[in-house]
């Protein structure tokens, strides 16, 4: 019923810049939070960066001043632009989105499948 859709991941070189984006459709009541995480091979999945409707963006600290987030409400979309790209950055890139489902009214978390995002030096 809700699906979140990324795109825009790819091979980048180090100092190169890519610009991820995430489409939720479905029945979306309404849009809380949408954020980026991400997971490298034998590693635990971490925070990117976030933003609340009305809010402003949170980042891990590993990647302030490099990327920036942002959301258009109208599209339901959430960027992240990426820029200074670094190997370390390497990793699958997950969409994530917490929303209120129209049918239930319940508040709810949904991933994306992944693009993955790969910095060669």
């Known amino acids: 019923q809700v699906q979140l859709v990324e795109s825009g991941g790819g091979l980048v070189q180090a100092g190169g810049s890519l610009r991820l984006s995430c489409t939720a459709s479905?029945?979306?009541?309404?849009?809380?939070?949408m954020g980026w995480y991400r997971q490298a091979p034998g590693k635990q999945r971490e925070l990117v960066a976030t933003?609340?409707?009305?809010?402003?963006?949170n980042y891990a600290d590993s990647v302030k001043g490099r990327f920036t987030i942002s959301r258009d409400n109208a599209k339901n979309t959430v960027y992240l632009q990426m820029n200074s790209l670094k190997p370390e950055d390497t990793a699958v890139y997950y969409c994530?989105?917490?929303?209120?489902?129209?049918?239930?009214?319940?508040?709810?978390?949904?991933w994306g499948k992944g693009t993955l995002v790969t910095v060669s030096s």
């Open positions: 994530n989105a917490n929303l209120m489902v129209g049918i239930t009214f319940v508040n709810m978390d949904y």
């Open positions: 479905g029945s979306i009541f309404r849009l809380n939070s």
């Open positions: 933003i609340i409707s009305g809010g402003s963006p």
